[in-house]
Structures are given as structure tokens and as C-alpha cells.
């Protein structure tokens, strides 16, 4: 937590007056889940980004295959081994139960890596003679138009910037989940194939003009308007990251930028209209304003400053430009990941008041209706009795929304489809990613069902967890390779497994096959939401969430370990094997319903009156 003399109001980010910013579908970067949690302020600054040399790797690889360089054999192999290192897992990879059982037995598994504690090198093989120039097809009009901005700018990368992240109110409930998450490019491929066609363009126009310069040609219009527009960007990117943290926590970080780099020099050595008029007098120093990018980039990565060296050595200039447009968005990448999670604690904490000020002036503009917390809750207060206190409605409709949802519960038992606008920035979270998760534990649960009833008293708690590990060892194989899993060969393995348990003597295959072939037919049959077991699950693991809802640490006890106590208490035969499951999902589901409370509180107190009257007309 950041001490109160250290910031004490919002405003000290600027950020009182800001409107709430809500992460739009068009912006250029995602955020997702990295393992590190630890920042490391002792070290040098750069270094961390290990996706970083994978993707300027494959950029140039890609982008320049027609060209005479090839990626060094070394360097690949470096990376595949530097990548084989980074942690995969994730809660998300729990999901391959439902995806592969209920979606043709096939896992979709995301693989996510670590952005963090790397350190950022690849090269370039180059060859000692230049490529001969080959002046491409005429591009379309249209396409052109759009290309005479660069595809990374200042003002796409504001979105990284601390005055965005400390307006943001989904970043602060994101936070709140996922303490691991980290922003990263968004991979479009649109964006992509446009950032394509911009450095292509540019690079012939480039060349076109050195070709042409030696018999006394002028550059061409449309090549000096992209010039102008990139070396501005560049001027703005490189003066944005100057002093990339605000003040209250510089201090903390070791931050490698050169001291005789200020703002009046940037804007000078790189001012388009000197450099204009230099080109057109055969004046410019091309060579000089690359070494004062390399004095730049060097101290922070010096790996692609000598790559820009290199390029710049055999005048591919449009591809040591494209380098280091990508460092820079890396770097200012990376700037915002220490930033968010430096500011992690006090974003949630602030992010309290700043919601509720938010929401209360919607309230008298009149942007909000209120009739939908009011219908969420008193749909759960009419099944569980008005005697029922608000706070155990509260817990039970807020699971509802995670349990609740087409593909839980049979069509004809669904709630009407109603959200509490006071939830709005975890409704995907709530809807899509927790409905999975809870979906995974009922299937997870009916998967390892053939074993507990054929070992019955038998039946041990390692076996389970080894079954577990088994079926995810088959479903990531089948991903890999992109196979169907029968549901009959995750029954016999269920089978095996427990007739070992109970026989003195290996059963014969004959009776495994066919008991396998009964059990793969049970579990099908009851993978739909409508069967009496699966509703009996889902009514069992629902309760269990509800219980996780009312937990309560005492203050000085593990969270963690005192949840997995309390959870064991109440678990029964059915979930016996699944405490993991319960506590991942119920833990999310406690701290999300724990921090509503604290921002609606007072008005779910307020509306309870109002809730009570509306119970008998819902």
C-alpha cells in the first residue's frame, strides 16, 4: 500500500476530474495474466521481455523473406529454449474438461507466458552484400491513403500512460482478480497486415529515392508527408518516455535513460523540418541521427540497438526504423506493466470512492436505472423467503449470475436474463469466464464419478488427484495434436483405476471394456444439464460456493490455508477431490462480492425497502 504522505488524493495522478475510461474493443492493447509478481527495482531497468525477441524475431523473418536475411539458427534455438522455460499454466487450462467433454472431447488450451524477468536478445543474420531494390506492385489508392502515419504513435500509446491506467475502472477491477495481469499488443491481424503494408510502402518509397537522388530527383510528395508524420511520432514517443513513472514512485525504479537526452534535443536532432530541408540539400547526416537513436535504445536493450547498427550499415533503413518504432512500444509496454503493479494496492483502494463518484453523478443524469439491482435481488429474495436476511440474498444471487447462466441449468429453469448495472465491469468476468469455471468443477466432478461408485469405500483421495492429473495429460495431448478424445477412453481410465483398487487379481479386459463401454455411456447421458445427476451436482457445488461466500477469516490466519480448512468442512462425498476447484473459483467469487459490498453498500442498504415491496410482483 502506498502511504498516505506519499499520495494522498486522487487528483495527485490527475485523475479527480477524469471520466471513467472502460477499455474500448478498438484499443491496441489487451491485458492478460503473467506469473511474476515480485518487481525487482535493484537490477538494471530493461530486460524482462522475453515475447519481445520472439516477436521483432519473427517480424523481420516474416516481413523481409524476400530480402537476403534470415534469422540465425542460434538465435532460434536460443529463443525456442528461453520460451520452453516460461511458466504455462493458468486457471484458465482447467477449462479443457468442459471444452474437450462437451465440445467433441477436443482441448482449446491458452498458453500464456511470462512477460517479466527475461532478458531481451535476438539477431540477424546478415549478409556481407546488400539486396539488389525490386520496386513492388503499384498499391490501391485507398490503401496508400491511409499510410502515411507509422502503425505504432504517441497517441496509441496513451493508452499505457499513467494518467489512462489510474482513470481506468475496469483495470482497477481486473486488478482486483488478477493480480498477475499485464498489458501486451492486442493481436489483430488487421492491424497487423497494416503495419505490413505501411513498412513495405515505405521501405520501396526509400529506396525509390536513393535511386533516383543520384540523377538529381526530387522526393516525392507522398514520401516527405510520411517522413514528417514519423519523425514527429518519434519525437513524441521518445519525449513521453523521458520520465515514463510519475514522481511518487520513480525512485523505485532504476531507469537507464541517457542524461544529455532531454526534450529540447530530442525535438531538435529530430525535427522533421530540418530534416527535410537536409535531405533536399544533401546536408542530412543519416548516420548521425541513427547513432543518437542507438545512444538512446542502447543503454535501456542494447541487443537491438546493434541489430539497428547492423541495418543501418547496409541502408536498410526502413527496417532499423520499424525496430525501433517496436523496442519503443515495448519499452512503454513494459514502463506500464511496473507501473500497474506498483500502484496495484492503491488503485484497488482508491478505485472504491471513484466508482461510487462515478456512479452517483450517472444517477443524477439520469444515464442509470436502477430497477435492475432491483429485479436481481428480489428474484433470489422470493425463492429463499422474506424472512431470508439481505445479506444471505445477496450471497446467493450473487452466485446465481455465475451458476445461473444457458448451458448450468436447463433452458426451461433459467432466471430471467437480468444484471445489477452495480456489476458492470465484471459481467464478462461473472457471465462467461466464472460460468466456465463453475461448469469445469460439475464436469470435473462427473468424469471421476465412475470411480468413487466402483470403488465405493475404498476410494482414495491420491487416486482422485492422480485421475485428475491423467485426464489432463490425454486432453493436452489431444490438443497438441488436434484429436478427438472418445468419452469411452476417459471412462476406462476411471475403470482401471479403481478395479485395481478393489481386485485382488488384474480384472480381465473383457470385463473392462464392457464396463467402460456402460460408464462412457453414463457420463454422456449425463453431461446434459437436464439429468437428475448432473442437476444434483450442480445443486451440491452451488451450495458449497454459497458457503465460500459466507467465510470469513479471522485477522492474522493464512487466507489461503484457513479458506481450505473451512472448505473441508462442509465438503461432502460428492465433492470430495474437488477442494481446488471450490476454493479457485470461490476465492474469485469472495473478493469481487466483498469488493461490491464496499462500493454499494450503503445503497443495496438503501433499496432494501423498496427490493422487499417489488419480491411479489417479480
Given at each position: 500500500?502506498?502511504?498516505?504522505?506519499?499520495?494522498?488524493?486522487?487528483?495527485?495522478l490527475?485523475t479527480?476530474?477524469?471520466?471513467p475510461?472502460?477499455?474500448?474493443?478498438?484499443?491496441?492493447?489487451?491485458r492478460e495474466?503473467?506469473?511474476?509478481?515480485?518487481?525487482?527495482?535493484?537490477k538494471?531497468?530493461?530486460?524482462?521481455?522475453?515475447d519481445?525477441?520472439?516477436?521483432?524475431?519473427?517480424?523481420?523473418h516474416?516481413?523481409?523473406?524476400?530480402?537476403?536475411?534470415?534469422?540465425?539458427?542460434?538465435?532460434?534455438?536460443?529463443?525456442?529454449?528461453?520460451?520452453?522455460?516460461?511458466?504455462t499454466?493458468?486457471?484458465?487450462?482447467?477449462f479443457?474438461?468442459?471444452?474437450?467433454v462437451?465440445?467433441?472431447?477436443?482441448?482449446?488450451?491458452?498458453?500464456?507466458?511470462?512477460?517479466?524477468?527475461?532478458r531481451?536478445?535476438?539477431?540477424?543474420?546478415?549478409?556481407e552484400?546488400?539486396?539488389?531494390?525490386?520496386p513492388?506492385?503499384?498499391?490501391?489508392?485507398?490503401?496508400?491513403?491511409?499510410?502515411?502515419?507509422?502503425?505504432?504513435?504517441?497517441?496509441?500509446?496513451?493508452?499505457l500512460?499513467?494518467?489512462?491506467?489510474?482513470?481506468?475502472?475496469?483495470?482497477?477491477?481486473?486488478?482486483?482478480?488478477?493480480p498477475n495481469?499485464?498489458?501486451?499488443?492486442r493481436?489483430?491481424?488487421?492491424?497487423?497486415?497494416n503495419a505490413?503494408?505501411?513498412?513495405?510502402?515505405?521501405?520501396?518509397?526509400?529506396?525509390?529515392?536513393?535511386?533516383?537522388?543520384?540523377?538529381?530527383?526530387?522526393?516525392?510528395?507522398?514520401?516527405e508527408?510520411?517522413?514528417?508524420?514519423?519523425?514527429k511520432?518519434?519525437?513524441?514517443?521518445?519525449?513521453s518516455?523521458?520520465?515514463?513513472?510519475?514522481?511518487?514512485?520513480?525512485?523505485s525504479?532504476?531507469?537507464?535513460w541517457?542524461?544529455?537526452?532531454?526534450?529540447?534535443?530530442?525535438?531538435?536532432?529530430?525535427?522533421?523540418?530540418?530534416?527535410?530541408?537536409?535531405?533536399?540539400?544533401?546536408?542530412?547526416?543519416?548516420?548521425?541521427?541513427?547513432?543518437f537513436?542507438?545512444?538512446?535504445?542502447?543503454?535501456?536493450?542494447p541487443?537491438?540497438?546493434?541489430?539497428?547498427?547492423?541495418?543501418?550499415?547496409?541502408?536498410?533503413?526502413?527496417?532499423?526504423?520499424?525496430?525501433?518504432?517496436?523496442?519503443?512500444?515495448?519499452?512503454?509496454?513494459d514502463?506500464?506493466?511496473?507501473?500497474l503493479?506498483?500502484?496495484?494496492?492503491?488503485?484497488?483502494?482508491?478505485?472504491?470512492?471513484?466508482?461510487?463518484?462515478v456512479?452517483?453523478?450517472?444517477?443524477?443524469?439520469?444515464?442509470?436505472?436502477?430497477?435492475?439491482?432491483?429485479?436481481?435481488?428480489?428474484?433470489?429474495?422470493?425463492?429463499?423467503?422474506?424472512a431470508?436476511?439481505?445479506?444471505?440474498v445477496?450471497?446467493?444471487?450473487?452466485?446465481?449470475?455465475?451458476?445461473?447462466?444457458?448451458?448450468?441449468?436447463?433452458?426451461?429453469?433459467?432466471?430471467?436474463?437480468?444484471?445489477?448495472?452495480?456489476?458492470?465491469y465484471?459481467?464478462?468476468?461473472?457471465k462467461?469466464?466464472?460460468?466456465?469455471?463453475?461448469q469445469n468443477?460439475?464436469?470435473?466432478?462427473?468424469?471421476?464419478?465412475?470411480y468413487?461408485?466402483?470403488a465405493g469405500?475404498?476410494?482414495?483421495?491420491?487416486?482422485?488427484?492422480?485421475?485428475?492429473?491423467?485426464y489432463?495429460?490425454?486432453?493436452?495431448?489431444?490438443?497438441?495434436?488436434?484429436?478427438?478424445v472418445p468419452?469411452?477412453?476417459?471412462a476406462?481410465?476411471?475403470?482401471?483405476?479403481?478395479?485395481?483398487?478393489?481386485?485382488?487379481?488384474?480384472?480381465?479386459?473383457?470385463?473392462?471394456?464392457?464396463?467402460?463401454?456402460?460408464?462412457?455411456?453414463?457420463?454422456?447421458?449425463?453431461?446434459?444439464?437436464?439429468?437428475?445427476?448432473?442437476?444434483?451436482?450442480?445443486?451440491?457445488?452451488?451450495?458449497?460456493?454459497?458457503?465460500?461466500?459466507?467465510?470469513?477469516?479471522?485477522?492474522?490466519?493464512?487466507?489461503v490455508d484457513k479458506?481450505?480448512?473451512?472448505?473441508?468442512?462442509?465438503r461432502d462425498?460428492?465433492?470430495?477431490?474437488?477442494?481446488?476447484?471450490?476454493?479457485?473459483?470461490?476465492?474469485?467469487?469472495?473478493?469481487?462480492?466483498n469488493?461490491?459490498?464496499?462500493?454499494?453498500?450503503?445503497?443495496?442498504?438503501?433499496?432494501?425497502?423498496?427490493?422487499?415491496?417489488?419480491?411479489?410482483?417479480?
Amino acid at each position: 500500500m502506498i502511504k498516505e504522505n506519499t499520495i494522498t488524493e486522487e487528483r495527485t495522478l490527475h485523475t479527480a476530474d477524469a471520466p471513467p475510461y472502460n477499455d474500448p474493443s478498438h484499443a491496441d492493447y489487451t491485458r492478460e495474466t503473467i506469473k511474476s509478481t515480485h518487481i525487482n527495482t535493484s537490477k538494471p531497468y530493461f530486460g524482462k521481455l522475453s515475447d519481445i525477441q520472439i516477436q521483432l524475431s519473427t517480424k523481420i523473418h516474416n516481413r523481409r523473406s524476400s530480402l537476403q536475411y534470415k534469422i540465425k539458427r542460434n538465435s532460434i534455438n536460443w529463443i525456442t529454449k528461453m520460451s520452453s522455460t516460461l511458466d504455462t499454466s493458468s486457471s484458465h487450462n482447467k477449462f479443457s474438461f468442459i471444452t474437450a467433454v462437451k465440445v467433441a472431447w477436443l482441448l482449446q488450451k491458452k498458453n500464456k507466458k511470462s512477460t517479466f524477468n527475461r532478458r531481451l536478445s535476438f539477431s540477424v543474420q546478415i549478409k556481407e552484400e546488400p539486396p539488389v531494390y525490386k520496386p513492388s506492385e503499384k498499391l490501391h489508392p485507398a490503401i496508400v491513403a491511409t499510410m502515411e502515419h507509422p502503425p505504432i504513435t504517441a497517441e496509441s500509446l496513451k493508452e499505457l500512460s499513467v494518467f489512462s491506467l489510474c482513470k481506468c475502472l475496469q483495470i482497477r477491477h481486473d486488478l482486483l482478480v488478477d493480480p498477475n495481469l499485464s498489458f501486451k499488443p492486442r493481436t489483430i491481424s488487421k492491424k497487423h497486415e497494416n503495419a505490413k503494408l505501411y513498412w513495405e510502402h515505405l521501405d520501396m518509397l526509400i529506396k525509390k529515392f536513393m535511386l533516383d537522388y543520384q540523377t538529381g530527383a526530387k522526393m516525392s510528395a507522398q514520401l516527405e508527408r510520411i517522413l514528417i508524420n514519423l519523425f514527429k511520432e518519434l519525437s513524441a514517443i521518445l519525449v513521453s518516455l523521458i520520465n515514463p513513472f510519475p514522481p511518487q514512485i520513480s525512485a523505485s525504479f532504476v531507469w537507464h535513460w541517457p542524461s544529455f537526452v532531454t526534450e529540447p534535443v530530442i525535438l531538435n536532432l529530430l525535427n522533421p523540418e530540418k530534416i527535410m530541408k537536409g535531405l533536399a540539400l544533401g546536408t542530412f547526416d543519416i548516420d548521425c541521427t541513427f547513432k543518437f537513436l542507438y545512444g538512446i535504445i542502447g543503454p535501456i536493450c542494447p541487443e537491438p540497438a546493434k541489430e539497428m547498427a547492423k541495418l543501418v550499415t547496409l541502408k536498410e533503413y526502413t527496417m532499423a526504423l520499424e525496430l525501433c518504432f517496436v523496442v519503443l512500444e515495448m519499452i512503454k509496454l513494459d514502463c506500464a506493466n511496473k507501473t500497474l503493479h506498483y500502484l496495484r494496492p492503491y488503485l484497488i483502494e482508491t478505485g472504491i470512492r471513484m466508482e461510487w463518484r462515478v456512479f452517483s453523478q450517472r444517477i443524477r443524469d439520469e444515464e442509470i436505472d436502477l430497477s435492475s439491482i432491483r429485479d436481481w435481488l428480489a428474484i433470489t429474495w422470493k425463492q429463499m423467503g422474506p424472512a431470508t436476511s439481505f445479506i444471505d440474498v445477496y450471497r446467493a444471487a450473487f452466485v446465481n449470475l455465475v451458476t445461473n447462466t444457458r448451458g448450468c441449468v436447463p433452458d426451461d429453469e433459467l432466471h430471467p436474463d437480468i444484471f445489477p448495472v452495480s456489476l458492470q465491469y465484471d459481467e464478462k468476468r461473472l457471465k462467461n469466464q466464472m460460468a466456465h469455471e463453475f461448469q469445469n468443477v460439475i464436469v470435473i466432478a462427473l468424469l471421476m464419478m465412475p470411480y468413487r461408485i466402483i470403488a465405493g469405500h475404498k476410494a482414495k483421495r491420491k487416486d482422485l488427484m492422480k485421475l485428475k492429473e491423467r485426464y489432463a495429460d490425454i486432453l493436452n495431448e489431444a490438443s497438441i495434436s488436434n484429436k478427438r478424445v472418445p468419452c469411452l477412453y476417459l471412462a476406462t481410465q476411471a475403470c482401471k483405476m479403481a478395479n485395481k483398487l478393489i481386485m485382488e487379481k488384474k480384472a480381465d479386459n473383457d470385463f473392462i471394456i464392457k464396463q467402460s463401454k456402460y460408464w462412457s455411456s453414463w457420463i454422456s447421458h449425463n453431461l446434459r444439464s437436464e439429468s437428475a445427476v448432473y442437476k444434483l451436482l450442480h445443486k451440491r457445488i452451488r451450495g458449497n460456493m454459497i458457503k465460500v461466500l459466507a467465510y470469513r477469516p479471522e485477522k492474522g490466519d493464512e487466507h489461503v490455508d484457513k479458506l481450505y480448512t473451512f472448505v473441508q468442512g462442509f465438503r461432502d462425498h460428492v465433492t470430495i477431490g474437488l477442494d481446488e476447484e471450490i476454493i479457485q473459483l470461490g476465492t474469485k467469487l469472495l473478493v469481487v462480492a466483498n469488493y461490491n459490498l464496499r462500493i454499494f453498500g450503503s445503497l443495496y442498504t438503501h433499496m432494501v425497502p423498496c427490493i422487499r415491496g417489488h419480491v411479489h410482483n417479480v
